[in-house]
């Protein structure tokens, strides 16, 4: 079987992985000459990489939370839910791979179509909030350290994470409604089944952007301003131990980060490119190179969002101490298990040698 990106195929959607990335050339009643190669080569490389990077790094921080953890915190509940849905997305990424690997062959179940559609906002906007509500925990404790203990505990955690997944599951449920469709001779997934209005899909793109994305990252700047200069004032007056303010530090700059390279590009081309799709003349003469531009950075931007269940295990690594510690402590024990049943062993030989003498 030939790789699809080493062929050329005319397409009329060149970036069908939902709703809001499909490009339907000819919903202005004009055909644009287009190559799914590019799509297909970017979304393969980067989905062999997500899944088993996503899947054993997420699976091997969930047992560290479950296991490990003597002591359940409000931030450990977050993680939790944090690297339970970076495991139920990175669970999809297969089926997406057979689907590009085929060339645009989905053979699979229409609910199995319409289930991997929904996990990736599902997994967007959960670790959006998720990624939040640690902000806002280390906000809390470090402005308010002495109260932080009775504001912050594991069962008002656990009512915000409950809060979250059906927030997001509910306004998600939307992209349950795009299921498999018959196109040029195939069984098509991730393309939608008619038309719609253009402008209806870029108010659904505004109410994602406003609560799934620029609310989000208000408040955690916001939160970041407070600690920043809560750290300032605690640096003058020596209250704080070093321990905590870069532990602190870490936090903001792997989230920040987060932020910034998965999720910020991604809302941003996504909103240019369906103003385009709305406002722009389709009779322009550079129309169609315009919109091939516009779609092939959305592809790009598509694969650095659905990376973050990769980078998000770096979060729990290199801004948790507790984390860290865990893995050191549980190493410790089963080395001295380990060195203990070695011992053990040595001595009955040893014993049974000399007594045979």
């Given amino acids: 079987m030939t790789a699809p990106w080493l062929t050329s195929q005319p397409s009329y959607v060149t970036n069908a992985s939902d709703l809001f990335e499909t490009v339907i050339s000819q919903s202005h009643n004009k055909t644009c000459s287009s190559s799914d190669s590019f799509k297909f080569l970017a979304y393969t490389v980067t989905y062999c990489i997500a899944f088993p990077v996503g899947l054993l790094c997420n699976i091997a921080a969930l047992y560290v939370f479950l296991c490990l953890t003597p002591k359940k915190s409000a931030n450990t509940v977050f993680t939790t839910n944090l690297a339970l849905s970076d495991i139920g997305f990175s669970l999809t990424l297969p089926f997406r791979l057979v689907y590009y690997l085929r060339g645009g062959q989905w053979d699979f179940p229409d609910w199995l179509c319409r289930l991997c559609i929904f996990s990736f906002y599902l997994n967007l906007y959960t670790s959006v909030l998720f990624l939040t509500g640690l902000s806002v925990l280390r906000c809390i404790a470090v402005v308010y350290a002495v109260r932080s203990k009775s504001l912050i505990t594991v069962r008002r955690a656990n009512r915000a994470c409950l809060g979250i997944w059906m927030f997001v599951a509910l306004t998600s449920l939307p992209f349950l409604f795009s299921g498999i469709i018959k196109r040029e001779g195939k069984i098509r997934c991730f393309e939608p089944s008619g038309l719609g209005s253009w402008k209806r899909i870029l108010v659904m793109n505004y109410i994602a952007l406003t609560f799934g994305f620029l609310l989000p990252f208000f408040i955690i ?120 049943s070695f011992s053990n062993g040595a001595f009955q030989w040893k014993g049974k040698v000399s007594f045979s003498l």
Avoid: D
Avoid at 228 to 253: E, G, N, P, V
Avoid at 320 to 327: A, L, P, S
């Fill in 221 to 340: 700047l916001v939160c970041y301003s407070s600690i920043i200069h809560k750290l300032i004032r605690s640096k003058q007056r020596h209250k704080r131990s070093k321990k905590s303010k870069q532990r602190a530090i870490r936090l903001m700059a792997v989230i920040l980060a987060t932020f910034l390279l998965c999720f910020l590009p991604y809302h941003v081309v996504r909103t240019i490119h369906l103003h385009a799709m709305v406002g722009m003349n389709p009779n322009h003469p550079q129309w169609c190179k315009i919109m091939e531009l516009l779609q092939k950075v959305l592809v790009v931007t598509l694969c650095l969002a659905a990376a973050n269940s990769c980078f998000n295990p770096l979060l729990y690594y290199f801004s948790g101490e507790r984390f860290r510690e865990n893995i050191r402590n549980s190493s410790r024990l089963r080395s001295r298990s380990l060195t203990s």
